[in-house]
């Protein structure tokens, strides 16, 4: 079993027996991001490389055009160090961490199945590092990811204890595969850019439309949550799972044939988002987050059945259980049905569990 400083603690024994657990798959995987979190927040990460976040002046700078529009490289060119250089920008190099609880073979290719995207900075002695723009300009951008950096006991629910690697593993590790955090992608946030001057992804906002609210609220969170420098060595989450227990509920699910949706938004209305990101896309402010009957760990769109995984520390005391009570009766009204798992009974058994809802689903 694994011994790495970050690994995830108590893992239920019978985990240990699924594929690849312990170990990655031997041959060559994709991670399908777009499928578990949606093609918007999929196309949002995607777009984070290179110096972060792109300003107008920066574009201004180029000298390079494609049918009358400027053409910003990953690598900045001359000018805009020169900016980076008057305006005594510092970078933090942040990584896009990708954790996959499964790999499930698809039409003959291998997929890596996301529970988790966060962004963690380097360090260097335990705090997040900086670099200069003199060696931002000494880097090629476009060889970041030579090698397949990622981290070796990456546990995102924590402080995310990891070993950066590049290239394959010690072949003397005994890893769990769930906390390799894989880097997704990786980008360079300018410590001195200006807010008013940052660009918008052109795919993303496209697909926001002429909604000024809805585009508003999605360059609050692209400044609040890409662009703010990091003063601790702390993995933010972008998406996914929020504690061991739904992970390793989810593994065992899979192994049992079954697929959730993760994290999923409920509304009175009956409407259902996997994330911020897809509520704009479909039309829906941040604000109306406060008018959410749940957000449902899992969720199964064909059977309309809601997952709950309730913790001790949370779901035991008669508030909680009459408030689980009230936010079950709020689903079944819109044709939800509720499946609620202790999380005493995921850490003896989790196959039992999602054995036990499969059956209930069966019905």
């Not at 790495?4 to 994709?30: A, H, T, V």
């Not at 499930?104 to 380097?122: I, M």
């Not at 988002?273 to 008018?291: D, I, N, V």
């Not at 009766?329 to 809802?357: F, H, N």
Request: proline share 6%.
């Amino acid at each position: 079993m694994s011994n790495i400083e970050g690994d995830i603690q108590n893992r239920p024994k019978e985990l240990w027996e699924f594929p690849n657990y312990s170990s990655l798959p031997d041959e060559p995987f994709q991670i399908n991001l777009a499928s578990a979190a949606g093609e918007f927040l999929a196309n949002d990460i995607f777009d984070l490389d290179g110096v972060q976040p792109l300003e107008s002046a920066v574009i201004k700078l180029s000298n390079e055009f494609f049918e009358g529009v400027p053409v910003v490289h990953l690598n900045p060119s001359k000018e805009a160090i020169d900016l980076y250089k008057a305006r005594g920008d510092t970078f933090q190099m942040i990584n896009v961490v990708v954790c996959c609880h499964s790999f499930e073979r698809r039409n003959g290719k291998l997929y890596g199945l996301p529970y988790h995207v966060s962004l963690y900075p380097a360090q260097k002695k335990g705090i997040p590092a900086s670099v200069s723009a003199e060696w931002i300009n000494s880097v090629d951008m476009e060889r970041v990811f030579d090698g397949r950096p990622q981290y070796i006991g990456y546990n995102p629910f924590s402080k995310a204890f990891g070993i950066y690697a590049v290239g394959g593993f010690p072949a003397s590790k005994s890893i769990c595969s769930d906390t390799v955090g894989f880097v997704y992608n990786t980008y360079f946030l300018a410590s001195n850019y200006e807010r008013s001057d940052v660009c918008d992804p052109g795919l993303c906002t496209s697909l926001l439309g002429d909604n000024r609210g809805i585009i508003g609220d999605y360059r609050k969170f692209r400044l609040s949550r890409y662009f703010k420098s990091f003063t601790k060595v702390v993995p933010i989450k972008i998406w996914g799972c929020d504690s061991p227990i739904e992970l390793f509920l989810l593994q065992a699910m899979n192994q049992t044939g079954l697929n959730p949706k993760i994290q999923m938004l409920i509304y009175p209305d009956g409407s259902i988002f996997p994330s911020l990101q897809s509520m704009w896309e479909g039309g829906a402010r941040t604000s109306r987050l406060s008018k959410t009957i749940t957000e449902a760990d899992f969720f199964f769109e064909n059977e309309r059945v809601a997952v709950f995984c309730d913790s001790v520390a949370h779901h035991t005391s008669a508030e909680d259980r009459a408030k689980d009570h009230a936010i079950d009766s709020k689903l079944e009204k819109i044709g939800i049905r509720s499946i609620r798992v202790s999380g005493k009974d995921i850490a003896e058994s989790p196959v039992s569990c999602a054995a036990k809802i499969k059956e209930i689903m069966s019905h």
